[in-house]
């Protein structure tokens, strides 16, 4: 994702880390940086809304790049009305849209917002493991067919919806 002339050529690569609070947005900031949730620089995590407001994270192998953890969409702290003026969305170069197992309302809302600003976005599905590990009790469990299923569920939910009725 990541090449080698973005870190030389002196050109800074903003990339947002959204989507619901809950969802893995500072887990994954850290996996991507190389470090463990409990290293010193490390976003913090936690079972209780932890991102309070937007902080950047530098990439340690490419200064140029950084990530800048929000806030999770759809809390009374970040209304989805009022998000994207409150992380100042449209500063952002690339997003990263983190949402655990499905694809949410406030998910769609984030992939619109940047489709009309016209740039580009990763999906990411977090805690795939836990539905595999519930998953696995059944007696016909393919882990296989568990992750294309929800493959296809984030692909299905993420086409543009039709206001036809």
């Not at 893995?24 to 470090?35: D, Y």
């Not at 499905?102 to 619109?112: P, T, Y």
């Not at 836990?130 to 296809?152: G, H, M, P």
Request: charged share 30%; with cysteine.
């Amino acid at each position: 994702m990541i090449k080698e002339p973005l870190g030389m050529n002196g050109i800074t690569l903003n990339i947002a880390i959204t989507g619901e609070t809950g969802s893995g947005k500072s887990t994954f900031v850290n996996a991507f940086r190389g470090v463990s949730d409990d290293d010193e620089g490390a976003a913090p995590t936690g079972v209780t809304e932890c991102t309070m407001e937007v902080k950047e994270y530098f990439h340690p192998n490419y200064p140029n790049v950084k990530f800048w953890d929000l806030p999770g969409v759809g809390t009374p702290n970040f209304p989805s009305d009022t998000y994207l003026e409150s992380v100042g969305f449209e500063k952002f170069d690339f997003f990263i849209i983190i949402s655990a197992v499905r694809f949410k309302e406030n998910d769609v809302k984030l992939v619109q917002e940047i489709q009309r600003m016209k740039k580009k976005f990763y999906f990411v599905c977090s805690k795939t493991d836990d539905v595999i590990n519930a998953e696995r009790k059944k007696r016909d469990f393919s882990e296989e067919e568990t992750l294309t299923k929800i493959r296809d569920d984030c692909v299905q939910d993420e086409r543009p919806r039709s206001d036809a009725k």
